[in-house]
């Protein structure tokens, strides 16, 4: 039994090592039986038992009266070493304790024994051994028709444990000659069963092993799980698996040294050791825990990592190690001494240190080619390959999705796929699992990583070009690949794709590209490159105050969520003014060289598509009636939605709110309507003649060459613009203007610059030039320019001046026609807005719902 002095330590440091239910114990008959939550296994923390009962005790398997005989092994091997707590001299115990300073709670809690003196193996595998002879007695009489003990079912032969169970005593009796005080590691399976012993002798390097199962190692340490109560510690959600014993008892030793010093209470990590890079048991540390995180010994000879790269072909994992050459976490531990606060700091760096190392592909592909090959129930076939897949994504990163669409974010590579059948990186992620497109199975899988985004993925926006944190006054500027610039009005950092919760997604289609942070640049070359390359035309406004709208309107394409309403960059002009070009210049520089305008077609679906799935959009020659263009121009400008049919359904809509910048392109418009020209930034050109023609493929090649320093030029102006935005934060605007959302962007920009009146003046000729866009080709503005030319002033009635008008129309043979007053009234009332840019009107009542108008050329 156990001495009154350990009966007193038990007492003292006694905690409890999982939340699970206090239950009597079947030996003792003491209410201190703590069961573990998951009931996998149950120990006795009473200091006169000890017992400890793992899931075997109730298990049906062959080998279930050897677990138990296990059990009672350990039992009797811990008695020993806790008998030892106050000898004298060298033992096991003063090893532990004094020499590699594991804490003594550590040692009472851990599944560590001793070898007793004079141990014998014979007596206590006597009755197990009797037991399986009995019953190979009883299925012979059976055979021979008499009465007797019916055959238990069992993966084994009674035969076959009977002689595993010699086996295993001839190596356990083989084992134990001459180790008496030795010190004893028991290891575990995954359902708690005790699996194998290691012997260490104390004080030495000689060690012995006893392994009586081939295909089982087991682990050390899962006696401590699950984590303790303080959840804030770094490995709350993993698995910590060492090489050797003293790593994994070290940092539990440490643990409750640091929960010690903080005042918390006492508890432990979920750690364990394979006992040997050859000994890992990497089925049983999957089973335990999906996600392991690896600490290996760091050696000169790289042997340590065989750890981890052992594991690679089986699951992905994370690792980490010390920083010093021939060390392991035990050694880096003890460094620091009786100083635990720097060394759970210390510890601490080293979790935050670990690397990624996911499992290859092509062992995941060979476990689902064996999968499919072993035959069954299509069904069945198909949900275990998903779910194989599925635990496998896990490992390499996270699912989201944005309320409509689902995705997948790779960690390592830092790169967002969405998951859909035309996206060519999903394909290609798809494929490395060793399923096609082409086969069945493709299309289960797909619903199934969907369904798993919808349910456990995380919710958020994801972006394409650059995301605006208008709170914080930062754009996020995406590089096409896996970076992201982060802008700030104080510094511009180069960071992950992902960074502050803000995710871009990657096409195959662009390119990325690398901005300098310290250009000094003496002229634009943006530009250079793009902005003068188109050729203005001189009307209302010069070609250069053109220049600098189309500016403006470049730059708020990186400022979108404070961007409602979209002006939408109109390009007007002959065939050769370069209209196309512009359009396809901006896009080369910011999604590289496979960028392309859109053609505009008769399907509306395909204008959807693109202004859903895009940051910039060019609509290119957009001159033929289409009765559904200016509706999906209004809606593009106003930030609203467009209803596009759910994948794999027939009739489902999901609305997708349209975030997408867009150009358009024509010869002769046909978007004239008020809403839609209200919103229009008209860029009017000329056409080139041969002495300044340039050919595009030149214009294309002198931007891609330069697009990395363009865009060095651009990051730069950004944070200007995000410093403006900031220092003129609540400053009140002068004027009003269409396109409010624009004009205030603009002003924040032009009152940091001290152009504030520059830009007015430029508003003020923009509406003007937006209503001569509405009234083009419109009858009743030719008509009232004639008719006020006499009648300035003069006060008329809807219903007279439609009768003038008609008057007028058939003089001058202008095709105009109104069937009644009231339609010829809605038109005017809507065009008043556009009209009062050129005219004075007036209103006013004359009774009976009766209203007299005047309009009066304005002076300007």
Known sequence: MISSVSNIFYQEHRITTAPGKRDRCPLCKQNSFLIKADDTFGRCFNPDCGKFISSASSDEDAHSGFYKLMEEIFSDFHHALLRQKNDSGKTAYSYLVKER????????????????????????????????????????????????????????????????????????????????????????????????????????????????????????????????????????????????????????????????????????????????????????????????????????SCIGYTLVSKAQPIMGVTAFTTPETDSDLDSFITAFGEDYESAWEAFEKLWAARKTIQRTFDSVATEIFGIRMAGGKQFEINKRVAQVIINDLRTRGKFYHDGQETYFFIEVEKKLVKIDPDETDFNILIAKYGINRSEQIYKYVIEELRIEAFDRGTESEIYLLAHYDSHNFTVYLFNQENQVYRISPEKIELVDNGTDGVLFLSTSEASPFSASLSLDATSSVLDKYIISKANFSLSLLTPGERRILLTLW???????????????????????????????????????????????????????????????????????????????????????????????????????????????????????????????????????????????????????????????????????????????????????????????????????????????????????????????????????????????????????????????????????????????????????????????????????????????????
């Open 101 to 300: 300073k594991i804490h003594p709670l550590v040692v009472c809690n851990a599944l560590l024994g001793s070898v007793p003196d004079g141990y014998d193996v014979q007596l206590k595998f006597a009755k197990l051994i009797e037991q399986a002879e009995s019953l190979i007695a009883a299925e012979t009489d059976a055979r021979k028709g008499k009465p007797g003990r019916p055959k238990k079912p069992a993966t084994l032969s009674s035969q076959e444990y009977l002689g595993f169970l010699y086996e295993a005593k001839e190596k356990l009796q083989k084992c134990l000659e001459g180790l008496e005080g030795w010190l004893c590691f028991f290891y575990m399976d995954a359902k708690y069963r005790i699996v194998a012993i290691h012997f260490r002798e104390p004080y030495t390097k000689n060690f012995l092993h006893f392994k009586p199962f081939k295909d089982s190692a087991g682990l050390f340490g899962l006696e401590l799980f699950p984590p303790s109560i303080i959840e804030s510690h770094p490995a709350q959600n993993h698995l910590i698996v060492t090489e050797g014993e003293f790593n994994s008892l070290q940092l539990q030793s440490l643990f409750l040294n640091h929960c010690r010093e903080i005042g918390e209470k006492k508890g432990y990590l979920s750690v364990c050791a394979v006992g040997g890079v050859n000994n890992a048991d990497y089925q049983a540390i999957q089973q335990v825990n999906p996600n392991p995180v690896f600490c290996y010994d760091n050696d000169e």
């Open 554 to 860: 470049f730059y708020s394409l990186f400022f979108e969520s404070i961007f409602p309403t979209k002006p939408i960059l109109a390009f007007i002009g002959p065939k050769g003014s370069g209209k196309s070009t512009i359009q396809r210049l901006i896009g080369l520089l910011l999604t590289g060289e496979n960028f392309d305008v859109t053609p505009l077609t008769d399907d509306s679906k395909d204008f959807d598509a693109a202004v859903t799935n895009s940051h910039f959009v060019a609509i290119d020659n957009a001159d033929s009636k289409c009765r559904w263009l200016n509706d999906r121009l209004a809606v593009v400008a106003t930030g609203g939605t467009i209803k596009r049919r759910e994948y794999y359904t027939t009739n489902k809509l999901v609305d997708f709110r349209v975030r997408s910048f867009l150009s358009i392109t024509s010869r002769t418009p046909e978007f004239h309507r008020d809403d839609v020209a209200d919103r229009l930034l008209i860029m009017k050109l000329n056409r080139f003649d041969q002495s300044n023609f340039v050919s595009e493929k030149k214009l294309k090649d002198g931007l891609l060459f330069n697009r990395d320093k363009i865009m060095s030029e651009v990051v730069q102006h950004i944070q200007e613009i995000v410093q403006a935005l900031k220092d003129m934060k609540g400053k009140p605007l002068v004027g009003s203007f269409r396109m409010a959302d624009f004009y205030e962007f603009s002003y924040r920009i032009a009152l940091r610059a001290g152009i504030e009146g520059k830009l007015c003046n430029i508003f003020e000729k923009l509406g003007r030039e937006q209503s001569l866009f509405t009234l083009e080709n419109e009858p009743i503005f030719e008509l009232l320019r004639i008719w006020v030319l006499t009648n300035a002033a003069r006060e008329v009635t809807n219903p007279e001046l439609l009768e003038e008008f008609k008057k007028l129309a058939e003089e001058r043979r202008i095709n105009f026609y109104y069937p009644n007053p009231n339609s010829f009234g809605q038109r005017m009332s809507h065009l008043r807005p556009n009209l009062e840019d050129f005219y004075d009107i007036t209103e006013r009542s004359i009774g009976g719902n009766r209203k007299v108008y005047s309009y009066k050329p304005k002076r300007r």
